[in-house]
């Protein structure tokens, strides 16, 4: 399978626990995405970067999150000190560089946290 | 704030109705469209996308949307559903070209065989 990959699929965590979730854009992909999703809603984006650099952050993103990509190439997720309120799916997805049109965003099937 | 809303959360259908998604966004300026669809158990994927040109865009598995400009909206139809169908539909914004999708809320869509 050559789509956007997340690892691990599920992971439960006590509260007050750090975690860590990867992703593995399509290669050639340079922009990488996350975005969280809860019960009911739409995903909502959390922060991008192109290639490595990190160029957009949600003010959802509090300083116990923190995301790099630091090779241009997967990207780590990273949660410290968990709380109830974390608990969602965390979905990357990746995109193309323009070359023509508007590129579209490739999904992963999501790292689903519960945080218990 | 840029928003967006879907007018529905859930609709049932029966195998051959005609289907109509509401989506409506809120910001002024230039917009890029999408319709995302997640079958149960799998990934977002991309149904259409408007970026420029005809408003009305043919996606895959005959489905479309409208972009109606003066009011903001951007509907999603489809002739004739099928129970393979069923499945939660996102609608989101971008502003320019690549920027973070802001999506609606969804609407799952059950289709009765």
């Known amino acids: 399978d050559t789509g956007v990959s997340q690892d691990p699929r599920h992971k439960i965590t006590k509260r007050g626990q750090n975690v860590t979730f990867r992703c593995d854009p399509i290669?050639?992909?340079?922009?990488l995405y996350w975005y969280r999703q809860t019960l009911g809603q739409g995903p909502e984006f959390l922060t991008y970067?192109?290639?490595?650099?990190?160029?957009?952050k949600s003010r959802l993103l509090s300083d116990r999150f923190s995301a790099e990509r630091p090779k241009g190439s997967f990207s780590t997720l990273e949660i410290q000190r968990t709380e109830q309120g974390d608990s969602a799916m965390y979905l990357c997805?990746?995109?193309?560089?323009?070359?023509?049109?508007?590129?579209?965003?490739?999904f992963g099937q999501g790292t689903r946290l519960t945080v218990v | 704030a840029q928003s967006v809303s879907q007018h529905n959360h859930h609709v049932i259908l029966s195998e051959a109705a005609s289907l109509e998604l509401g989506c409506n966004y809120s910001y002024g300026g230039t917009v890029n469209l999408f319709w995302y669809v997640q079958y149960p158990g799998q990934h977002l994927q991309l149904l259409l996308k408007?970026?420029?040109?005809?408003?009305l865009v043919k996606g895959i598995k005959g489905f479309e949307a409208e972009f109606i400009k003066s009011k903001f909206s951007f509907n999603l139809r489809k002739p004739s559903v099928q129970w393979s169908d069923t499945a939660e539909y996102f609608c989101a914004v971008t502003r320019g070209y690549g920027n973070k999708l802001v999506f609606g809320a969804g609407t799952i869509l059950r289709v009765k065989s």
């Open positions: 997805a990746s995109s193309a560089p323009a070359r023509q049109g508007l590129p579209e965003a490739f």
């Open positions: 970067f192109q290639n490595e650099a990190q160029l957009e």
């Open positions: 290669s050639e992909h340079n922009r």
């Open positions: 408007y970026f420029s040109g005809d408003p």
